[in-house]
T-cell receptor, first 111, second 115 residues
């Protein structure tokens, strides 16, 4: 069965620090990968996605993610975070009719 | 931009009561989904629906749950006899294509509180 795992449960960092959130998926077939963000009190929003092509994908708000097929990973990065990046981040993998989410990583950015 | 709408935004019910959560997917979308998020936990897949039937469902989606598309616009989730552990945020989503995750639009959710 397909599953998505996120390495960090809670990350706390200061403004301007770099961020990297780990994500691994377990599925051998073709899979589409996503990062969603959920700001406090709001619904899920798509940050970025990977379907095929360049394994380094750029999303909104300065985020990027790199797909490494050999490692089954799709880590999210941002070189310099802002206070407004405080949110819950979910990695997700989609195949067939189901989008499976990781457990989420809470990111707290301190001013 | 088109959006998925969910009503109500917050539903409070007594344990054992039936609840119906309503969703209006985007008009030209063909695939519909329900997800839920228990406070502090991850988003869990419940069910997907296409062509007036369930495509896939998770272990959570037991006999207490049902989905329906009663007309051309609404997509509902019914919980027959609510339990305390059903308290969660329920998200509806829709997409034009079944594998088109990039076009998976989520509604803003219905917070269900079972007392």
């Amino acid at each position: 069965a397909q599953s998505v795992s996120q390495h960090n449960h809670h990350v706390i960092l200061s403004e301007a620090a770099s961020l990297e959130l780990g994500c691994n998926y377990s599925y051998g077939g073709t899979v589409n990968l996503f990062w969603y963000v959920q700001y406090p009190g709001q619904h899920l929003q798509l940050l970025l996605k990977y379907f095929s092509g360049d394994p380094l994908v750029k999303g909104i708000k300065g985020f990027e993610a790199e797909f490494i097929k050999s490692k089954f990973s799709f880590n999210l990065r941002k070189p310099s975070v802002q206070w407004s990046d405080t949110a819950e981040y979910f990695c997700a993998a989609h195949n067939d009719y189901k989008l499976s989410f990781g457990a989420g990583t809470t990111v707290t950015v301190r001013a | 931009e088109p959006e998925v709408t969910q009503t109500p935004s917050h539903q409070v019910t007594q344990m054992g009561q039936e609840v119906i959560l309503r969703c209006v997917p985007i008009s030209n979308h063909l695939y519909f989904y329900w997800y839920r998020q228990i406070l502090g936990q991850k988003v869990e897949f419940l069910v997907s629906f296409y062509n007036n039937e369930i495509s896939e469902k998770s272990e959570i989606f037991d006999d207490q749950f049902s989905v329906e598309r009663p007309d051309g616009s609404n997509f509902t989730l019914k919980i027959r006899s609510t339990k305390l552990e059903d308290s969660a945020m329920y998200f509806c989503a829709s997409t034009e294509q079944g594998t088109g995750g990039e076009k998976l639009f989520f509604g803003s959710g219905t917070q269900l509180s079972v007392l």
